[in-house]
Each structure stands twice: as structure tokens, then as C-alpha cells.
């Protein structure tokens, strides 16, 4: 029988790749639109199927974290048999400047979603995005027994999330795993994330449309990965017959300045000649280091990482050098690259 999945932060990252590994499975899958009064689904909008359309299988609602009720009608409508909690404001330097924003979505509205599962009364497995932002300052490599010291508010929110996820999990029976995925990126990355960031700017730059890049701390080390793979990791750990958490890594430290020499490099470029500093973009209280231990999900979720950092940001370069010849031959552009 076909499965119905409910995902929050659909226009995202995450919420695009993960629509489409569902729709490929045969799954009818719904998704969170926030109302704005401009357009923010150009992630989604290959795989958009108008109301008019019979037999849809990708269907918006408007909805939000912060509307409890809400939530609670759309789920008895709905009647998914997975939810995916991927909605947050997941900016940590932002979470800096929002903090009480980032904690009423990024956190309560993990709590919200939670509670109005419990409330609707219907059977549904639930993901919660959880982050490696959440480990902060505890030394790695960090595993799914690793303590919590968060540097951030977004950190902090997401803690909040996890030990809400695990406690409707207990308390409840309700089945609620978190999955701590470290860093991923892709070429649908938030252009204003780092290494998205960079990659574009290295597109820019070599059609000379800028010469310069403003980065803060390029000392920081992450564990980065390729979010389409990320993805799969989620939907595994809701096919398990027990609910755990489960953390989701490559396992390869890369510090901001490696990204960035690999990336300024691919396109026959020396970064040092266009990147300045800026302490704006450093944050109050730095995470100097963050690599995962995913053995626990290679083990019993058959997972493993096949992009590693330095193809990675070659892959997002080729995308981003593709995106900005194709806007300034006039092309429409896609997202589905």
C-alpha cells in the first residue's frame, strides 16, 4: 500500500532531496509551506503539483511550527504514516541575533509537533532533525553518547528538540527518533551557509561578476557531507523495527579553509588573492570542532557516506559555475541539478 509522509521545512535543503527520495519510493507526501507574500519554493517547484491536478502525490498545506492547532487538524486530515520534523530556523550565526525566534521554532515547535501527534490520536512514526551543533564544545569525534554542551542558541534549541523527541518516546510509546546529522551540503544550500557561500562566490568570481569574499574563522573544523545521502540516513531510521537516535557523519574533519582552498581551486583559482576578513562573522562562542562517529548507523542501518568533503565542493562549484553562466545566457534557471 502507498505510504503518506508529512514533512515540515519542505521549501529547504533537506525537504527537497527527501521529497523526492519518498516520491521515487512511491510515497504521497505533504508538505509545510510557511505563507510568505513572495515565492520561497523554487527548491520544490520541479516536483509541484497543482490542486487542479487528479492523483496528486506532492501536496502543500500552509502551516507553521508556532500554530499548534494547526498542526494537530492537519495531521487528523492527513494521516501520515511518517512525519519528518525538518522545519527550524537552522542558521546558528542568525540564531545569535534571534534567539527567542530560534527557540519558539527551532525548539518549541519541535515540542508543538510532538504534542499535537499525541493529541490527533494517530499512528505515526516521527523524525526530529536534530544537529551536531547540539555537542558544541565537547571534544570529538562525537557518537550518540557524547554529552551535550551547545555554543549557541540554535544549539540550545536543538537540545531542546532532542530530549523532547526522546521523552514523548518514553513516556508515551510514542515511536520518535532524533537523527543527529552533522554538517551537509549541497548545491541547494542556503546561500548565505558557508560553504554555499563560498562555491558561489567562486562562480562569481570567475565570471567577474565580484572579486572579493568576506569569511570570518576559517580555522573551524566540520564533518561535512552530501545531503542526498543524508536523506536516505532519515528515511532508514524510520523503516527500523525499534526506535533509536542515531547519529549521521562522514567521519572526515575539513577545516573552513580546506573547503575553500578545494573549491577556489577546482575553478583555477588561488583563494588568497580574493578572500578578506570580517569579525562580523565570527559568533560569540566559537564550536571549534565537530566530527561524527555514524558506527552505529552503518551498523544497523546499513548507512555509509559516499561524498566525501573535497568531491563535494567540487560538486558545488560545478553546479554554482552552471547557475551563473545559465542566468547570464538568460536561461531559466533550475534547481534540480
Do not use: C
Amino acid at each position: 500500500m502507498t505510504k503518506t509522509a508529512l514533512i515540515t521545512g519542505v521549501t529547504g535543503q533537506d525537504g527537497s532531496y527527501l521529497s523526492e527520495l519518498l516520491l521515487s519510493k512511491g510515497y504521497t507526501v505533504h508538505g509545510l509551506v510557511r505563507r510568505s507574500s513572495s515565492f520561497n519554493t523554487e527548491r520544490i517547484d520541479h516536483i509541484y503539483q497543482g490542486p487542479q491536478e487528479t492523483g496528486r502525490s506532492f501536496v502543500l498545506h500552509h502551516a507553521d511550527l508556532s500554530d499548534g492547532v494547526a498542526l494537530v487538524n492537519l495531521l487528523r486530515d492527513i494521516q501520515p504514516d511518517e512525519v519528518y520534523n525538518l522545519g527550524a530556523q537552522s542558521h546558528v550565526r542568525v540564531s545569535f541575533d534571534a534567539p527567542l525566534y530560534t527557540g519558539d521554532v527551532t525548539g518549541l515547535g519541535s515540542l508543538r509537533l510532538l504534542e499535537a501527534v499525541r493529541a490527533s490520536g494517530i499512528d505515526t512514526r516521527v523524525y526530529q532533525a536534530s544537529s551536531s551543533e547540539m555537542f558544541g564544545s565537547t571534544p570529538p569525534p562525537q557518537n550518540e553518547q557524547t554529552p551535550f554542551h551547545p555554543r549557541s542558541p540554535y544549539g540550545v534549541a536543538k537540545v531542546y528538540g532532542y530530549w523532547a523527541t526522546v521523552n514523548y518516546r518514553e513516556a508515551y510509546g510514542m515511536y520518535a527518533v532524533n537523527g543527529i546529522l552533522f554538517n551537509h551540503e549541497s548545491p541547494r544550500r542556503g546561500e548565505t551557509f558557508v560553504t554555499r557561500k563560498i562555491t558561489r562566490a567562486v562562480a562569481r568570481i570567475k565570471a567577474g561578476l565580484q572579486s572579493e569574499l568576506y569569511l570570518g574563522n576559517l580555522d573551524a573544523v566540520r564533518d561535512w557531507g552530501y545531503a542526498p545521502e543524508y536523506v536516505d540516513a532519515m528515511w532508514r531510521m524510520l523503516q527500523q523495527d525499534e526506535p533509536t537516535d542515531y547519529v549521521v557523519a562522514t567521519g572526515v574533519p575539513a577545516t573552513v579553509r580546506r573547503f575553500l582552498q578545494t573549491a577556489f581551486s577546482h575553478a583555477g583559482l588561488d583563494w588568497q588573492e580574493h578572500v578578506r576578513y570580517d569579525a562580523k562573522y565570527e559568533r560569540p562562542s566559537e564550536v571549534d570542532a565537530l566530527i561524527g562517529d555514524a558506527s552505529k548507523a552503518a551498523e544497523l542501518l546499513g548507512w555509509k557516506p559516499e561524498v566525501m568533503v573535497e568531491d563535494l565542493a567540487r560538486i558545488m562549484v560545478d553546479a554554482d559555475v552552471k547557475l551563473v553562466e545559465d542566468q547570464l545566457a538568460g536561461v531559466a534557471v533550475r534547481v534540480d541539478r
